[in-house]
């Protein structure tokens, strides 16, 4: 257990709709970041926010944004769903900012399926 | 454009049979290379971190080596519960002082019985 939680487990929605996937961050965590991982594109970067601010912007489509709350909890929203972004959703967190010295520990992550 | 490049994509082994799985990369001033495990359906689950050339970690039946260009993640003596997919990643400058990881594609390791 990584410490790291995420809800739902498992999304299944319609194309065109719009969900929410959350994320808790280890205790004393500052940093969240996003990834989408598909069967084609391996594991993929796609946004990271650090203390509430957004700090990097990977792979992100503009139908996707997120953000970080007080709490340092983060939500990930998509809309207007399409087929292709059925995937799975991993949240990673680590203590600060340089990934080259931190460790980014991993949820369990969202699986999404839109049909 | 920094890269991650893992080989072999899938490596089939019988229990007890070692190896190596690769891992290069280009990548300007490395700040660390990352090496996960993920099971099907699951997160990527931390193994190790390597800073600098000729460093080495160990862990179980797994030993990671780095070299400049390269990092080797020697297994040995697998048992079937090693069967998982590897990955490894480098951080990439990202800007405002951010790095993000950037995943090579992994290998796929099967342990028969």
């Known amino acids: 257990d990584s410490g790291v939680t995420q809800t739902p487990k498992h999304l299944i929605t319609a194309t065109g709709q719009r969900v929410t996937l959350r994320c808790s961050p280890r205790?004393?965590?500052?940093?969240v970041y996003w990834y989408q991982q598909s069967l084609d594109q391996g594991l993929q970067f796609l946004i990271q926010y650090y203390n509430g601010e957004e700090r990097a912007k990977g792979n992100i489509l503009e139908r996707f944004s997120a953000q970080q709350f007080p709490d340092l909890h983060s939500e990930l929203n998509l809309s207007s769903l399409e087929l292709g972004d059925s995937a799975l959703y991993f949240c990673?967190?680590?203590?600060?900012?340089?990934?080259?010295?931190?460790?980014?520990?991993f949820g369990p992550g969202t699986r999404l399926t839109v049909l | 454009e920094d890269q991650v490049t893992q080989s072999p994509e899938a490596l089939r082994l019988q229990e007890g049979e070692s190896s190596s799985l690769n891992c290069s990369y280009t990548?300007?001033?490395?700040?660390?290379l990352f090496w996960y495990r993920q099971d099907p359906g699951k997160g990527p689950e931390f193994l190790f971190t390597?800073?600098?050339a000729g460093e080495e970690k160990e862990k179980e039946r797994l030993k990671a080596t780095l070299t400049k260009k390269e990092s080797f993640l020697h297994i040995t003596a697998p048992k079937p519960e090693d069967s998982a997919t590897y990955l490894c990643a480098v951080p990439a400058y990202s800007g405002a002082g951010s790095y993000q990881l950037t995943f090579g594609k992994g290998t796929k390791l099967s342990v028969i019985p």
């Open positions: 990548v300007s001033g490395l700040r660390g």
């Open positions: 390597l800073y600098s």
């Open positions: 205790s004393g965590d500052l940093s």
């Open positions: 990673a967190s680590s203590p600060s900012l340089i990934t080259g010295t931190d460790t980014q520990y």
